[in-house]
Nanobody, 124 residues
């Protein structure tokens, strides 16, 4: 098990950048592939991106490549999501999640533990 707490969300304008962080409870973090999911009103939960245990492999969902960068620091038990050139359609609750069932998750239902989320709102 791992406890995940997100931070870094906020209200920004289109074109701005945000860096989200997900702090894990301890070294158990290093046993998981982890990722970011987004929940927007009226839409199903979407996998934004994921990263394997070592941080050497990444996966990105549709519409994120070139703007979003997922990374992790296993010495600090922390996951990051750098978001650049934000668009209104990026708005949503960004949820940090961990997976034991997949080395590099590519589906939103391949995760086992979730954080409470941090809200990102992008206005035009």
């Amino acid at each position: 098990q791992v406890r995940l707490i997100e931070s870094g969300g906020g209200s920004v304008q289109a074109g701005d950048s945000l860096r989200l962080s997900c702090a894990a409870s301890g070294r158990t973090f290093n046993d998981y592939a982890v990722g970011w999911l987004r929940q927007a009103p009226g839409k199903e939960r979407e996998l934004v991106g994921s990263i394997n245990q070592s941080g050497k492999r990444t996966y990105y969902g549709d519409g994120t490549e070139g703007r979003f960068t997922i990374s992790r620091d296993n010495t600090r038990y922390t996951l990051y999501l750098q978001m650049d050139a934000l668009k209104p359609e990026d708005t949503g609750l960004y949820i940090c999640a961990a997976s034991r069932r997949a080395l590099l998750p590519s589906r939103r239902y391949e995760f086992d533990d979730w954080g409470p989320g941090t809200q990102v709102t992008v206005s035009s």
